[in-house]
């Protein structure tokens, strides 16, 4: 794939990452934010530029938690 792609997939996630900021719902603010840390992961990977990479990862699973395993808890309560 060429790197202009890559490029763009970055420009993508700070998109994501700005947008996740402007949503009022949390819920939808850990699904916008979880994308654009998802974009800058799969940038990061392409450039090796592991502190990009590193930190959005860890980023991504703590929105699932919130998204998937948090509601379990809330429901059962």
Do not use: H
Request: glycine content about 4%; overall charge positive.
């Amino acid at each position: 794939m060429n790197s202009n792609w890559f490029e763009w997939i970055g420009y993508a996630a700070s998109v994501f990452i700005v947008l996740s900021f402007i949503v009022n719902q949390l819920k939808w603010v850990r699904v916008i934010n979880m994308i654009g840390c998802l974009c800058f992961v799969v940038y990061g990977f392409y450039f090796e530029a592991w502190p990009v990479v590193i930190p959005n990862a860890i980023l991504i699973f703590i929105q699932l938690y919130f998204l998937i395993l948090k509601d379990k808890k809330e429901i059962q309560s």
